[in-house]
């Protein structure tokens, strides 16, 4: 039976963990062990989406209360690009201060019995907290207690190449909005959303040719968590000015990085187990971070109640529960994530209609974005009629040279034989095969009979998107994805969003 429970990390799983556990079965010692003092927070703002939040709701009061008397919430996404604002409806979704959230977490876990010991530092050593049953190490995404057991948990890490800095803002943002400025340095963009009455979240993201660029790469992010960029700082303020009405920028250990995609293929050894970003993170855009931690606080609360006898059985149902949900986020957040490495790209290549749509449908389709905003998509669908004489996307012609499609759809009998003048690609299942393809690509068009058309096939929806957009955006040449089982969803997602000229069902 476990009786005594180390919580290492005081952050919203890690206390939520807590709480649930110790309300449940009042006789069980839990102990959160934090590092910072009670006042001590780094970020600004954590935003949840209305249609994640009912598990959480259900196991707890605590976010549901503080969300509705200290949160903020809209419904629309808006897009800002080329001085045109545009917005996307049926997005519910709210946010709070990080600091906030954190204060009535730990008043809630008092409340329970919960023992909190801030500004105590716990060694990862194999001795450490020798006394507990359980160590629930809840400890960042750079937790030494999941690098301590590297060979058990085997943890791996994706380096995305966008560069990243989390700021605030005395500027409200009337919901979750997305600048894009393009400066004397480069393309640089923006993540904004309320947290409070006097306080928005601000993002920024670029890439690193641009961040260079404007000189931005001086400070040392080697220096302990507190200073902040201030040369940084001052540069956003003015690239920004006009979209924040001269507001100022507000620091935080704020300071430029690369985010880190981090899995484990195991959560747990002996025990010690994961939660939250010790276990696994997934790309901020997506908004899902704390929202993860604590819905891993209530499978790992539920799992060690259900077995109470069996901790090592516990653990396991508790991985078992919540692993495809924190895959199926992770792999969303890829195309987000994506995205941000890609974006300058788009911002010089689309309409800001356009761009928006593109935006949107990283992760998921037309049909999906029309049951939460149809008007946003008829807009789409009417840019496109507009520039193609009333025909809709599946029906619009396409001329290739010496040929003439009369729809977007390649007849089957076409992919039979070769299509006069195609480069035929097969995309990778992983993106870091995607440069040698860059490569080939590159090549081809550069030979002497450059290819009329790029034909992608085979890969995953996000391989063969860049692949086609590589050959649309970077070469100018048109481009053809080949999905099995596409639907007529699909196929006008591609469409409308700019990542392709045709489409097809397979490859015959």
Not at 280 to 306: N, P, W, Y
Not at 500 to 506: I, K, P, T
């Amino acid at each position: 039976m476990v009786s005594r429970i180390a919580c290492v990390g005081g952050g919203p799983g890690g206390l939520f963990f807590a709480t649930l556990l110790k309300q449940a079965d009042p006789s069980v010692e839990v102990t959160v062990f934090e590092r910072n003092g009670p006042d001590d927070t780094f970020g600004f703002g954590v935003v949840f989406s209305d249609a994640t939040l009912a598990g959480i709701h259900a196991a707890d009061p605590v976010l549901r209360t503080a969300l509705a008397d200290h949160g903020r919430h809209w419904d629309d996404i808006e897009v800002r690009l080329k001085g045109q604002r545009i917005r996307c409806g049926g997005n519910g979704m709210a946010a709070i201060t990080r600091r906030t959230l954190l204060q009535l977490l730990h008043r809630r876990a008092v409340e329970v019995g919960v023992e909190l010991r801030f500004g105590h530092e716990v060694p990862a050593a194999p001795d450490s907290l020798a006394d507990f049953d359980l160590i629930v190490a809840a400890d960042g995404a750079n937790s030494r207690f999941r690098d301590r057991l590297a060979d058990v948990l085997v943890p791996e890490v994706e380096v995305a190449t966008a560069k990243f800095i989390w700021f605030g803002t005395t500027y409200l943002f009337d919901g979750l909005t997305f600048v894009h400025e393009h400066g004397p340095d480069g393309t640089f963009a923006v993540h904004g959303y309320p947290i409070s009455e006097n306080a928005s979240t601000f993002i920024v993201e670029t890439d690193e040719e641009s961040w260079r660029a404007a000189g931005l790469d001086a400070f040392d992010t080697a220096q302990p968590p507190g200073p902040s960029d201030e040369k940084t700082r001052r540069y956003l303020e003015k690239l920004f000015a006009e979209q924040i009405d001269g507001h100022d920028l507000l620091v935080n250990n704020s300071r430029w990085g690369n985010f880190r995609t981090r899995r484990t293929r195991r959560w747990h050894s002996g025990n010690v187990v994961l939660l939250g970003d010790a276990a696994h993170t997934a790309h901020f855009s997506v908004g899902s971070g704390t929202k993860m931690a604590m819905e891993d606080a209530i499978a790992l609360a539920g799992s060690l109640l259900a077995h109470r006898d069996d901790l090592t059985t516990a653990l396991e149902a508790y991985e078992a529960e919540r692993r495809p949900s924190v895959e199926r986020i992770q792999n969303s957040a890829r195309p987000s994530l994506s995205w941000w490495e890609h974006f300058g790209r788009y911002h010089d290549a689309f309409s800001p209609t356009r761009f928006a749509f593109h935006f949107l449908s990283r992760s998921i389709g037309k049909e999906r974005i029309a049951r939460r905003d149809p008007e946003f998509v008829e807009r789409v669908a009417e840019d496109w009629r507009a520039a193609h004489d009333g025909r809709d996307p599946l029906d619009t012609p396409f001329r290739l040279g010496e040929r003439e499609f009369g729809g977007r759809w390649v007849p089957p009998a076409e992919l039979r034989g070769p299509l006069a003048g195609c480069l035929w690609l097969t995309a990778p299942d992983a993106e870091a095969q995607l440069p040698s393809l860059y490569e080939e690509l590159e090549r081809a068009v550069s030979g002497a009979t450059p290819p009329a058309l790029v034909a992608v096939h085979s890969g995953t929806a996000l391989t063969r998107q860049l692949l086609a957009e590589q050959a649309r955006l970077v070469h100018t040449v048109p481009a053809l994805i080949v999905e099995d089982g596409m639907d007529d969803d699909r196929a006008e997602t591609l469409l409308l969003s700019g990542r392709a000229d045709l489409v097809a069902r397979e490859r015959i």
